[in-house]
């Protein structure tokens, strides 16, 4: 991705309702996709994650307001 010019990603994070918005689980995956990441060359600072429901549409076509 870095050799195409990308220098921020946004990962989103689908069936966040399957586990009920837990976000002890939430930062779990989150620390295993940023070692991964870190590691291909992007830094903390060029990811954003977003928990979203794609079924619902839960933070895709609404917000909710959960605190991760």
Do not use: C
């Not at 989103?12 to 060359?41: Q, R, T, V």
Request: proline letters at 1%; charged letters at 25%.
């Amino acid at each position: 991705m870095k050799s195409l010019g990308v220098h921020k990603i946004i990962v989103a994070m689908n069936k966040m309702d399957l586990i009920d918005w837990d976000s002890e689980k939430f930062l779990i995956i989150k620390k295993k996709l940023n070692y991964y990441l870190n590691h291909i060359g992007f830094t903390e600072d060029q990811i954003i994650y977003v928990p979203v429901s794609a079924v619902t549409g839960n933070n895709i076509t609404r917000k909710i307001d959960r605190k991760f």
